[in-house]
């Protein structure tokens, strides 16, 4: 029986790349808000031989979740992986200088709707599922206040629960991604070199393939 993963932000960057190559080994559930994306990812797991059901959602929206989370468990019963990859990358800025609103947004994808989805998720992994979250060093270097303190509480939450499900499960992994050629690294290094950054279909294989899941 094919397995099912569900992966928050595949409609671009690094969780399309993963999405395309789980396929056709997993049901891949694609979570994004970019339908024209979610529908390309669709037409390159179809070719491959998979199937993906796609969910043009919003994950700071905590009703679409909860519904999305009961639809998964009434049409399959339970996941086998969940990978997240959704984020808000804010602007650079110096830290004085923050914008309420983009620190909101920050704060409701990066923070809120990880803790609104790992409630949601967790039961349906079970104690035999796994979930992966990514890891990022740059939080507390300069212009980077919104979205590397976001992104740490997000983190900190996820190894939280590593922790307390090391003996129960389901098994929490925290990757650290190499530096991709994606468009959230190139908000971030405008004039960076992106010959010499990693592919994200390329990162993906290898990411799967440390986590045994390639």
Wanted: aromatic content about 6%.
């Amino acid at each position: 029986m094919t397995q099912i993963a569900l992966i928050t932000g595949a409609s671009r960057g690094l969780g399309f790349a993963l999405a395309e190559a789980l396929s056709p080994a997993w049901h891949v559930m694609a979570v994004g808000r970019t339908v024209g994306a979610l529908e390309e990812l669709d037409d390159r797991i179809k070719a491959k031989g998979g199937a993906a059901t796609l969910a043009p959602l919003d994950i700071t929206d905590p009703g679409a979740m909860a519904h999305m989370c009961r639809s998964i468990h009434d049409r399959w019963g339970a996941l086998g992986l969940w990978i997240h990859t959704a984020v808000h990358a804010s602007p650079m800025t110096p830290t004085p200088q923050i914008d309420a609103k983009d620190w909101e947004k920050a704060r409701k994808t990066n923070i809120d709707a990880v803790a609104v989805l790992i409630p949601y998720v967790a039961p349906l992994l079970g104690t035999s599922g796994r979930a992966v979250f990514f890891d990022d060093p740059r939080g507390g270097e300069k212009f980077m206040g919104p979205y590397g303190a976001t992104k740490a509480a997000q983190v900190a939450l996820a190894r939280s629960w590593q922790a307390e499900s090391v003996k129960t499960g389901p098994r929490v992994d925290v990757v650290q991604p190499q530096p991709m050629a994606t468009a959230t690294r190139a908000r971030f290094f405008p004039g960076e070199d992106r010959a010499t950054l990693a592919a994200a279909p390329d990162e993906a294989r290898r990411i799967l393939g440390e986590l045994g899941l390639g």
